[in-house]
């Protein structure tokens, strides 16, 4: 089909135009998705950070032995340093489901001029039927040679060992724990202080 010169160099001169629109649209475009992808990607490393952050406070606090199933977990600071008979350590544990086991662990810091390698103590446990048992446990806390086992802070010393572990109370109710020392001396001298931990699995 003839079009005329003048007619013809209109159309080829609006097409030009609409295709540097076209041009000029699309490269607005790819601008604005570059700078809502870059966005994006910060927000995803910001999350990143916050979700590592919490991992890393999280494994600080397991570490730490922060255990989330501590039913009881105490210290009692002995007053000067010397362990009575009477001084017995306290705790009560209310039993809801008989099916679940707990783990009940004995706590003891002594100074480094304690005069014994051991220790004895007796576990007193009292159920909701009013019924009594009474374990003795004997703990070694020195080698032969006279270096202390448990763990050292200045001049004292920490353990926690097990009095009972997958323990399975025989019923639902109230249970109360006490633990004596145990050994000829009363007191019992350079005790710092005793604790316990009762825990579920």
């Not at 997958?166 to 350079?190: S, T």
Request: aromatic share 10%; net charge neutral.
């Amino acid at each position: 089909m003839w079009v005329p010169r003048v007619l013809r160099h209109q159309v080829e001169k609006l097409t030009r135009k609409d295709s540097l629109q076209e041009v000029e649209i699309t490269e607005t475009e790819i601008t604005i998705g570059d700078v809502v992808s870059h966005r994006r990607i910060n927000q995803r490393v910001n999350k990143m950070k916050v979700w590592l952050w919490c991992v890393a406070v999280c494994a600080v606090f397991t570490v730490g032995g922060c255990d989330t199933n501590n039913v009881v977990d105490q210290n009692v600071e002995l007053s000067g340093h010397n362990w009575s008979y009477v001084d017995r350590l306290k705790a009560v544990v209310d039993v809801k489901d008989p099916s679940k086991a707990y783990a009940i662990y004995f706590k003891l810091r002594h100074t480094a001029d304690y005069g014994y390698s051991n220790i004895y103590v007796l576990l007193h446990l009292k159920g909701p039927d009013q019924k009594k048992v009474v374990k003795r446990f004997q703990y070694k806390l020195a080698e032969p040679d006279g270096q202390w086992i448990g763990s050292g802070s200045g001049n004292l010393f920490t353990h926690e060992v097990p009095l009972l572990t997958h323990y399975h109370f025989p019923a639902a109710g109230k249970y109360e724990i006490q633990i004596e020392q145990n050994m000829r001396d009363n007191p019992l001298r350079e005790i710092s202080d005793v604790g316990l931990t009762i825990s579920t699995y």
